[in-house]
């Protein structure tokens, strides 16, 4: 399954850069190919193992919100 995802990213990368290589209107066929590749992608990606990332992400963004908060606990209230 993981295989599948590098295959994946691969092609997305490989076409992307051909894409920006030509940049004619010959090449409208290599977008249309490398769309359906991008979105091979994204209907792929929840199910392999870099469905994690998202996850990641929110937490790292929820810890660095929570290190700027001061500290809920009752020492710190003086109660």
Known sequence: ??????VLLIRSAASGLALAAL????????LRLHLG???ALLAKL????????AYRV?????????RRQPPRN????GA
């Open 23 to 30: 940049r004619t209107a010959a090449a409208m066929p290599l």
């Open 46 to 53: 929840p199910y392999g193992r870099f469905a994690h990332g």
């Open 1 to 6: 399954m993981d295989l599948g995802c590098v």
């Open 58 to 66: 929110a937490a790292l963004l929820r810890w660095a919100i929570e």
């Open 37 to 39: 590749v991008v979105l």
């Open 74 to 77: 009752r020492l710190a209230e």
